[in-house]
DNA sequence: TATTGTTATACTCTATAACTATA
DNA sequence: TATAGTTATAGAGTATAACAATA
């Protein structure tokens, strides 16, 4: 669930202590999004937005979020002047959300202090686990691609 | 962010494993608690409530929640007959929440499903490799209490 | 007075359905 | 007719402030 004690299951320690960690490393996400008054979805659409100025529809493949969230979402954040949308010169019907310079002040100042805490996590493995650990979540990663 | 490339750091590699790493669980399990109509909050709770019967402040406490949001919480699993309310014998102010039997049934059918879903994500790993990151994961979260 | 909990209110996030404009 | 996007509406989650009851 999220606190389960290891117990019959061989791997149960293996699946708590994944699930624990990543409540943790997404928590801190969360504290660092609220200090600057942003959702983790509003973090994760900047971060998309860096290398890219997508149509509404496909910024809302990316988060995995309906059109209408996506309205919603861009409106909230175009109201603070982070992203602008623009309409789309190829379609008439399209509309091309980018980042504004603050927006992208904004993710630049949000993956500093992301990469900061979460180098202050892993800052008491020796470098040789850290790089164990790094290459361990790449090779869970990979298979899910 | 999310997605970073590799860059400059030494250690953005390992930030972005553990942060796309850390996305991929959770969104698992949230995936799992959508299907039986359940936030991650509510699944969290039922997690919690497997072993206690906590009055409202004290289960805030463990989710990080203010009372109020508490209140709402409670009030939408009880009118879905997964908690009850009590008043607490000790304190005439405090109300104790626990799992009712559907409750539990749902948190064990929960346990089980995520088992099995985050054993999946690392099958692919040798066993020796599923302990190291096993250890290394536990070694993050020790240093964190 | 301090603490426990609820209520009132408001805002974000998300979803579904209906609608507009363009293709 | 199909697609891109917005609007309307509704429910969950969270927070703050005001309030009730008990300590």
């Known amino acids: 669930m999220m606190d389960e004690p290891a117990s019959i299951d061989p791997d149960a ?3 708590d202590a994944l699930v624990q960690l990543s409540f943790l490393v997404i928590d801190e996400l969360g504290r660092i999004a609220a200090a600057h008054d ?3 979805t509003q973090v994760r659409m900047l971060g998309i937005l860096r290398d890219r100025t ?3 529809l496909e910024l809302g493949r990316h988060l995995t979020l309906g059109k209408s969230s996506v309205t919603g979402l861009v409106a909230r954040a175009e109201a603070r002047d982070l992203v602008r949308r623009r309409p789309d010169d190829a379609d008439g019907r399209g509309v091309r959300v980018g980042l504004t310079d603050g927006g992208r002040a904004l993710a630049a100042a949000f993956t500093a202090e992301m990469t900061a805490r979460i180098d ?3 800052a008491g493995l020796a470098p040789r686990d850290r790089d164990r650990l790094t290459g361990l979540a ?3 990663l990979q ?3």
């Open 13 to 15: 320690a293996t699946v």
């Open 138 to 140: 790449w090779q869970v």
């Open 38 to 40: 942003l959702s983790l």
């Open 143 to 145: 298979r899910e691609r």
């Open 120 to 122: 202050a996590l892993v």
């Open 54 to 56: 997508p149509p509404m």
